[in-house]
């Protein structure tokens, strides 16, 4: 099938390169002629696991192409997905449809024959009827179909849940958006993955009922975690115990410095807005959204408080300032507040991160960044693992602490064993754990 991907960022890429991968002809569109010019040069703008030799492949094959020429990428289309961005729109956190709508217009006027368009942007239920009207509006003589295919992979493991997802949801009342919708997905038919067609609306909420669920899910744990401090229990072993129940299961009950990124923060508050629109009060998720803001907040108490209670004129070393492993993306990361806040105490702040400081620095104007783990340790009253890179994993703790003023190991991932940062001398403290 012919596809035009309107968006090249994060999903976008992934979802084009993916595509083109199962045998279909690509055209991955941005507006931004810095990102496509860097694509088209083989640079990657993004740091995804195996996403370079998956670009690099179907570039060869010519399955795959990069272009700022939406109008020509569309008018060859078959089916022309929006993976542009829905931020956090400011002052009132609704998500903000302004890049959808724009696109929706740019893509209106250049479809050619039939067309199913697709939202795979995570966007509020309801939008696929507005995109429909501007299209339908924009161009009455146009055959179209729109339908809501949202999108569920991760960074940092976007290519194997691309390929291998749970299920694929498809919105649409349309038979012939449904067909083309099946043959696009054909070549994952092999995995089985469930295809799962609902109508628009279900469609679009069920993303933000999943994102919703699972922030619930960190924010739960999290919560949990404070609590085990307080009685001497270990959060491991509590998150273990309830996830053996297979009506619980063991995913996403990891403790840490709250959840971030570019989705979960942003979609729980846009479905809160949305709900509160309805007369529809989601409260847990609006709990969900104020615990894990009061949680990032709460994890500069925990270092100033190993250092004694102030770290006012002291060095405090950060080691991963993305929001998880394996991405580059500092969207809403965690440690975006520790680093405010912990500056705002009057520490001077080191960090290190394996791919995320080239979108940190410009974030982050004040803080240090170093060449790697050791480096960022050399004179810290305290070192914070904020990001759970496998590098972090089995640092060489005897040299760590040779380095520091002070043997302060604050593990807001629970990547080391108590006992044995204990042993190597180190005061330690981290989440949920006696
Ligand atoms: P992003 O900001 O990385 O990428 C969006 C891209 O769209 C940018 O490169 C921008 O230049 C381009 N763009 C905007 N308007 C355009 C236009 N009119 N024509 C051509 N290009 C245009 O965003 P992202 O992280 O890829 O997220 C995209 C959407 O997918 C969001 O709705 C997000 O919630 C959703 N989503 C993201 C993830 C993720 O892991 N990042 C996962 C699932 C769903
Ligand atoms: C999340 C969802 O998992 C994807 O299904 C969805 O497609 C995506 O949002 C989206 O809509 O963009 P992502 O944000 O890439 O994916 O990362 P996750 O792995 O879900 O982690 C989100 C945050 O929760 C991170 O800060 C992570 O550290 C935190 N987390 C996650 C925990 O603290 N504990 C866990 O057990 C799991």
Redesign the pocket.
Same mark, same amino acid.
């Given at each position: 099938m012919k596809i035009a991907m309107? /968006?090249? /960022?994060? =999903? /976008?890429l992934v979802s084009g390169v993916c595509f083109a991968d199962f045998g279909h002809q690509v055209a991955c569109? !941005?507006? !931004?002629e810095g990102?496509i010019g860097a694509l088209l040069r083989g640079e990657i703008p993004?740091f995804e696991p195996g996403l370079d030799a998956l670009v690099e492949a179907n570039l060869r094959s010519r399955r795959l192409s990069f272009t700022t020429d939406?109008a020509a990428a569309v008018a060859e289309a078959e089916v022309v997905f929006l993976? =542009? /961005?829905?931020p956090s729109r400011r002052g009132d956190g609704f998500a903000d449809l302004s890049?959808i709508y724009?696109?929706a217009r *740019?893509v209106a006027r250049a479809i050619k024959g039939f067309t199913v368009v697709v939202t795979?942007?995570?966007?509020p239920v309801g939008t696929g009827d507005e995109v429909e009207r501007i299209i339908a509006e924009a161009r009455p003589d146009a055959e179209f179909a729109v339908c809501s295919n949202?999108?569920?992979?991760?960074?940092g493991a976007?290519i194997s849940d691309f390929k291998l997802p749970d299920r694929i949801v498809v919105g649409t009342g349309d038979a012939r958006a449904r067909e083309v919708m099946s043959e696009v997905y054909r070549p994952l038919n092999l995995n089985q993955p469930p295809l799962y067609f609902v109508d628009r609306r279900s469609a679009e909420l069920i993303k933000y009922a999943a994102n919703s669920f699972l922030a619930t899910k960190v924010a739960f744990i999290n919560e949990m975690a404070d609590l085990c401090e307080k009685v001497g229990a270990d959060v491991q072993d509590v998150a273990r115990g309830i996830g053996m129940d297979k009506r619980i299961g063991p995913k996403f009950l990891h403790p840490g410095p709250g959840f971030g990124g570019?989705?979960f923060p942003? !979609?729980a508050l846009a479905l809160v807005k949305t709900a509160q629109d309805h007369d529809a009060p989601l409260h847990i998720v609006e709990a969900v959204v104020a615990a894990n803001d009061r949680r990032k907040r709460a994890m500069a108490k925990r270092i100033v408080a190993a250092c004694g209670g102030s770290v006012r004129g002291k060095t405090i070393g950060l080691l991963g300032l993305a929001f998880k492993l394996n991405t580059d *993306?500092m969207r809403d990361a965690p440690s975006i507040s520790i680093v405010t806040a912990l500056q705002d105490a009057g520490a001077k702040v080191r960090a290190y991160d394996p791919k995320a400081m080239t979108q940190a620095r410009p974030i982050m104007p004040d803080v240090t960044f170093c060449d790697d783990p050791y480096d960022c340790a050399t004179g810290a009253e305290a070192l914070a693992m904020v990001t759970e890179w496998d590098e972090f994993r089995a640092l060489d703790l005897t040299r760590i602490k040779s380095l520091m003023a002070a043997p302060n190991l604050i593990d807001l991932r629970n990547i080391y064993r108590p006992a044995d940062a204990r042993k190597h001398g180190f005061s330690y403290s981290s989440i949920g754990r006696p």
């Amino acid at each position: 099938m012919k596809i035009a991907m309107i /968006g090249s /960022g994060y =999903v /976008g890429l992934v979802s084009g390169v993916c595509f083109a991968d199962f045998g279909h002809q690509v055209a991955c569109v !941005d507006k !931004d002629e810095g990102r496509i010019g860097a694509l088209l040069r083989g640079e990657i703008p993004i740091f995804e696991p195996g996403l370079d030799a998956l670009v690099e492949a179907n570039l060869r094959s010519r399955r795959l192409s990069f272009t700022t020429d939406l109008a020509a990428a569309v008018a060859e289309a078959e089916v022309v997905f929006l993976a =542009v /961005g829905t931020p956090s729109r400011r002052g009132d956190g609704f998500a903000d449809l302004s890049y959808i709508y724009a696109a929706a217009r *740019d893509v209106a006027r250049a479809i050619k024959g039939f067309t199913v368009v697709v939202t795979k942007s995570t966007v509020p239920v309801g939008t696929g009827d507005e995109v429909e009207r501007i299209i339908a509006e924009a161009r009455p003589d146009a055959e179209f179909a729109v339908c809501s295919n949202p999108e569920f992979l991760r960074e940092g493991a976007a290519i194997s849940d691309f390929k291998l997802p749970d299920r694929i949801v498809v919105g649409t009342g349309d038979a012939r958006a449904r067909e083309v919708m099946s043959e696009v997905y054909r070549p994952l038919n092999l995995n089985q993955p469930p295809l799962y067609f609902v109508d628009r609306r279900s469609a679009e909420l069920i993303k933000y009922a999943a994102n919703s669920f699972l922030a619930t899910k960190v924010a739960f744990i999290n919560e949990m975690a404070d609590l085990c401090e307080k009685v001497g229990a270990d959060v491991q072993d509590v998150a273990r115990g309830i996830g053996m129940d297979k009506r619980i299961g063991p995913k996403f009950l990891h403790p840490g410095p709250g959840f971030g990124g570019s989705c979960f923060p942003k !979609d729980a508050l846009a479905l809160v807005k949305t709900a509160q629109d309805h007369d529809a009060p989601l409260h847990i998720v609006e709990a969900v959204v104020a615990a894990n803001d009061r949680r990032k907040r709460a994890m500069a108490k925990r270092i100033v408080a190993a250092c004694g209670g102030s770290v006012r004129g002291k060095t405090i070393g950060l080691l991963g300032l993305a929001f998880k492993l394996n991405t580059d *993306d500092m969207r809403d990361a965690p440690s975006i507040s520790i680093v405010t806040a912990l500056q705002d105490a009057g520490a001077k702040v080191r960090a290190y991160d394996p791919k995320a400081m080239t979108q940190a620095r410009p974030i982050m104007p004040d803080v240090t960044f170093c060449d790697d783990p050791y480096d960022c340790a050399t004179g810290a009253e305290a070192l914070a693992m904020v990001t759970e890179w496998d590098e972090f994993r089995a640092l060489d703790l005897t040299r760590i602490k040779s380095l520091m003023a002070a043997p302060n190991l604050i593990d807001l991932r629970n990547i080391y064993r108590p006992a044995d940062a204990r042993k190597h001398g180190f005061s330690y403290s981290s989440i949920g754990r006696p």
